[in-house]
């Protein structure tokens, strides 16, 4: 279990056992719990005759298991039933509590055993066929392939048969598929094919209502010089011509007048739907615009996210003079402030291919604020992922990099890809602040 999690546990059980929680026994039986019969049958070589509970598992399994079987909604309104008293909704908190309350038999853990054999059942009957440790592992096996994880995890881990190498096995197989490093970058490859995609029908739309403005401005013009030629020579006529007596009899009855405003109100509706139209295709042109600066950073970031996996920006090992090294960043330190914590692993293989030592702060969503100047200090240059970080984090590091002229890049996502882009930036002397 995670250092978060056994924190978490020892709060929860002392909170229970001293400030007088309705079970003040709670933390004595947690601590003195005995195991359960199904699980004394499985030490003493037999088959357990029940499948195990969610507070049977070994303590590893309980993260993954939440993790997976319970989605946001769940745990939300699981802790309005139990009464969660944490800071709020996020996500992570919400995890915590919700493992941590797992790990031993009480109301709570009851109620999740509940909800996820309701929510799992055809899963549970599915795998409750498998009378063999073997066939829990092919049936697992054979769940992963298809990619239905959730059911397949909590089936295969509860039940009566699997020893402790198949949870094991699942628990492996699991933990490997949350580390699918080509999925990000697979998922800004598709991002710029559609990108590009909707921009090529868009540029269609847009020249084909062009070209249809033009010829109906064409045509209204015309319309507009043959009424004019119209009128001059019904004036020259008018005397002559008993015909066009008649017409300005029509004249002075005001029907030709009727007419004619009818006309004009046709024309003043269509000069209208003129009017639409071009601020139909100026909003179409302001976003042809946005799509073109988006599929830009997108090849941007794909392309610098390509250049260190394939090693054009990778500093060789140092020979003693880093000054020699060519990359601006190889030998130096650099902070990141934000971003997504599981990620990590992969900040840092992208910034030791450039001979980078990353250091990080996670922008005050669980690190102390107080923290951040001696990192602010101790680092080269900074690179902030906007959308993972705290306002008083990200004005602190604003201020600090403008005042000590210190590189730093802002991003907009927090991705993989984006954090390859932001250390291409700051190899090629590219920053937003950069103590201006």
Not at 19 to 27: H, I, K, L, R, T
Not at 272 to 298: F, I, P
Not at 387 to 413: I, M, T
Request: overall charge positive; aromatic content about 4%; some cysteine.
């Amino acid at each position: 279990m995670c250092e978060h999690h056994a924190l978490k546990r020892s709060a929860i059980l002392i909170r229970n056992g001293l400030e007088g929680s309705p079970d003040p026994g709670a933390a004595t039986r947690a601590t003195h719990a005995q195991p359960s019969p199904a699980l004394l049958l499985q030490r003493d070589g037999r088959t357990p005759t029940r499948r195990r509970r969610l507070w049977e598992l070994e303590e590893k399994y309980h993260c993954p298991v939440v993790g997976t079987c319970f989605d946001l909604d769940d745990l939300k309104k699981l802790t309005r039933k139990t009464g969660y008293a944490g800071r709020g909704f996020e996500p992570y908190d919400l995890h915590l509590e919700a493992v941590s309350m797992s790990l031993d038999r009480n109301s709570t853990s009851e109620l999740m055993q509940k909800q996820l054999e309701r929510k799992y059942a055809i899963h549970v009957r599915r795998f409750d066929q498998a009378k063999a440790d073997a066939d829990v592992l092919t049936l697992w096996k054979q769940h992963l392939e298809r990619g239905e994880v959730a059911g397949a995890v909590w089936a295969a881990l509860t039940h009566r048969v699997a020893s402790k190498a198949t949870r094991h096995a699942v628990y492996a197989d699991l933990h490997m598929l949350s580390h699918q490093v080509g999925a990000g970058q697979a998922a800004d490859l598709r991002r710029v094919e559609w990108l590009e995609h909707e921009l090529a029908e868009t540029k269609e739309q847009a020249a084909r209502e062009a070209a249809r403005h033009a010829r109906e401005r064409v045509e209204a013009n015309e319309r507009i010089r043959d009424l004019g030629r119209a009128a001059a020579a019904t004036a020259l006529r008018t005397d002559a011509d008993s015909a066009l007596r008649t017409r300005l009899a029509e004249l002075e009855s005001g029907v030709a007048m009727v007419n004619m405003g009818r006309r004009l109100l046709a024309l003043a509706d269509e000069a209208a739907r003129l009017r639409d139209s071009a601020s139909r295709a100026a909003t179409l042109e302001a976003e042809n615009t946005r799509l073109l600066r988006e599929r830009d950073e997108a090849r941007a970031e794909r392309d610098a996210l390509e250049r260190l996996w394939l090693g054009e920006m990778a500093a060789p090992a140092c020979a003693g003079d880093c000054h020699a090294c060519p990359s601006r960043l190889a030998g130096r330190c650099v902070l990141c402030v934000g971003g997504r914590t599981p990620l990590l692993p992969q900040y840092r293989q992208l910034a030791e291919r450039l001979g980078v030592r990353l250091i990080h702060h996670d922008g005050g969503r669980e690190e102390a604020l107080s923290r951040l100047p001696d990192l602010l200090s101790a680092s080269d240059a900074v690179i902030c992922p906007t959308d993972r970080v705290g306002h008083l984090a990200y004005y602190q590091l604003k201020k600090h990099c403008k005042q000590a002229g210190k590189p730093c890049v802002l991003l907009n996502r927090s991705g993989v890809a984006s954090f390859a882009a932001a250390l291409a930036r700051l190899a090629d002397g590219q920053a937003q602040i950069a103590g201006d």
